[in-house]
């Protein structure tokens, strides 16, 4: 009697390999699942880096020049769409890169070990983590190009094109500026102040320069949209229009 080849357990041959529908091994299941962490976590990072290049930006303030709108520590996410695609108003938020001399009187940021300044760079750039306000300013447009802003100083209220502002941002009881000044805003440049008028080094302290201590418009980051930290003061950060509503243009 012959038996077929391959029939009964003395002439079986190797096992079978897997069909392709059939389980996957552990061996290649954590192989799949590396490689769609490598690929989502790819996908995450180039998102995150293009958000941070071309639309927003997240920063910290280190400073008081904006209290009681921003405090110290304060977490601000900006668009970076402005000034390039979306116009810079009168009364936004805007931060900008350091015109020359300014960064001086910004708050330092505390110093870092080589390690953790090393990583924090990388999320940096990365956009993951927001940038120390150390490399710019933070400040409020009080003037646009052509603009005329002028205070006579002591407690008066800041005039722009001839209409004294009623700031409602300002902190209750403090002056708009202890200081005097009256300069037509240059073309392509805006004149910029802290909401904190008696801790902020801002246009005021530049009148001495080329612009008379306007800023070139083409410094500018971008616009505060959002504060993001602390969780207590999370909130969408307004341009208060009916400050400049009356303003006519110059």
């Not at 009187?105 to 993951?128: F, K, M, N």
Request: proline share 6%; aromatic share 8%.
């Amino acid at each position: 009697m012959s038996f077929a080849r391959g029939g009964g357990q003395h002439g079986a041959g190797p096992p079978k390999k897997q069909s392709a529908g059939g389980k996957r091994s552990p061996s290649q299941r954590t192989k799949r699942i590396l490689a769609e962490v490598a690929f989502t976590l790819l996908v995450v990072l180039t998102a995150s880096f293009v958000l941070k290049t071309f639309i927003i930006q997240s920063f910290w303030i280190p400073s008081g020049s904006m209290e009681t709108t921003l405090e110290q520590q304060d977490r601000v996410v900006v668009t970076k769409l402005a000034p390039q695609v979306l116009s810079i108003h009168r009364g936004d938020i805007v931060v900008f890169h350091d015109p020359g001399g300014w960064g001086t009187h910004v708050a330092a940021v505390a110093d870092r070990g080589a390690v953790q300044s090393w990583i924090l760079g990388i999320t940096q750039a990365l956009g993951l983590a927001p940038t120390s306000s150390e490399e710019y300013l933070i400040k409020r447009v009080i003037g646009l190009p052509g603009d005329h802003v002028q205070c006579a100083g002591d407690g008066a209220p800041i005039e722009v094109n001839g209409v004294a502002l009623n700031e409602t941002y300002l902190q209750g009881g403090m002056a708009p500026s202890n200081e005097a000044f009256d300069v037509k805003v240059p073309d392509g440049a805006f004149w910029a102040m802290g909401d904190n008028r008696s801790g902020s080094y801002d246009s005021r302290g530049h009148q001495d320069q080329e612009l008379r201590g306007a800023v070139p418009i083409d410094k500018v980051v971008g616009v505060a949209q959002l504060r993001t930290w602390p969780l207590s003061r999370f909130g969408v950060m307004r341009n208060p229009g009916d400050v400049f509503r009356d303003v006519p243009e110059p």
